[in-house]
């Protein structure tokens, strides 16, 4: 079956822009998370959907992120105003629930701004 | 302190050679899972354990829950086994804490 997609996979932008991240998490899993991984560091995380509840903002570093997720399917990550130190790879990952299950990640998106 | 710390922070062995890599957190947990980081960035999710040992071919993963402590094993390592070895637990709101990471680069 189909695994973990986003979109897309590379994407250069300009200081300033608004950038829009996707992710198609595996059909059924309905815990979705966001994570951040600048070069050369540890895995960071953003944000967690599960189910209906309230997402858990937690790791958003600052205003101008933002995550959507409709139901239990896309979720979309917008970064407002994008700045140098957003460049970055984003994984998103989906469980089959929230807590103790094994996370399946996508291939990331290679953020770079300019 | 981190949360989830990992040693070594990188590691070079020989072709065949055992390898053990070790985790230690400090937080409550409700499972614990060795990630791996191929070069190419793509991550594979290896062990999710919450208590003893699991084992999948040449790869083992223990946990001592008292002592908060995880060992990935690899046994007869292979060129093919480099890659970086990421430690992350699930914490109380489910989101992964995740350590540095190992590098592990194994030589012909």
């Known amino acids: 079956g189909a695994g973990v997609s986003q979109s897309p996979s590379n994407k250069v932008t300009e200081k300033g822009k608004d950038v829009e991240l996707r992710c198609d998490p595996i059909s059924g899993h309905t815990a979705l998370y966001w994570y951040r991984q600048r070069l050369g560091q540890g895995l960071e995380f953003l944000i967690y959907?599960?189910?209906?509840?309230?997402?858990?903002k937690s790791g958003l570093p600052s205003d101008r992120f933002s995550a959507e997720r409709t139901g239990e399917s896309v979720s979309t990550l917008t970064i407002q105003r994008t700045q140098q130190e957003d460049s970055a790879v984003y994984l998103c990952?989906?469980?089959?629930?929230?807590?103790?299950?094994?996370?399946?990640f996508g291939p990331g998106t290679r953020l770079t701004v300019t | 302190k981190n949360e989830v710390e990992q040693s070594p922070q990188n590691l070079t062995a020989q072709e065949g050679e055992f390898i053990t890599i070790n985790c230690s957190y400090s937080?409550?947990?409700?499972?614990l899972h060795w990630l791996q980081q191929h070069p190419g960035g793509g991550i594979v999710s290896l062990f999710m354990?919450?208590?003893g040992k699991k084992k999948h071919g040449r790869l083992i993963a223990t946990i001592n829950i008292q002592e908060k402590h995880s060992s990935l094993h690899i046994t007869a390592s292979h060129p093919r086994d480099s890659a970086v070895y990421i430690c992350?637990?699930?914490?109380?709101?489910?989101?992964?804490?995740f350590g540095k990471g190992t590098k592990l680069s194994v030589k012909p």
């Open positions: 959907f599960q189910g209906n509840s309230a997402p858990d």
């Open positions: 354990l919450s208590s």
């Open positions: 992350a637990v699930t914490g109380s709101q489910g989101n992964l804490i």
């Open positions: 990952a989906s469980s089959f629930t929230g807590k103790a299950y094994e996370q399946y």
């Open positions: 937080v409550g947990i409700s499972a």
